[in-house]
């Protein structure tokens, strides 16, 4: 999950697996899987990076030890 912010200033948190794509159009939208669609503060490259650290946090989790 990673958290992101609305044009409006209020914090959401998303389940990064379900972003299907990032657009910026001049703001970031980003779509899921399920169609629905979020405008948020953040930059495409940011949303990237938070998913990126997100993943290797799961990974992380689940290697053995």
Not at 9 to 22: G, P, S
Not at 26 to 33: M, R, V
Not at 52 to 61: E, V
């Amino acid at each position: 999950m990673i958290s992101v912010t609305r044009l409006n200033d209020t914090k959401l948190i998303v389940n990064a697996e379900l972003i299907r794509y990032i657009e910026t159009t001049p703001d970031t939208i980003i779509t899921l899987t399920t169609d629905d669609r979020i405008m948020v503060k953040e930059s495409a490259d940011e949303i990237v990076r938070k998913c990126i650290t997100y993943g290797r946090l799961l990974r992380r989790l689940i290697e053995p030890s």
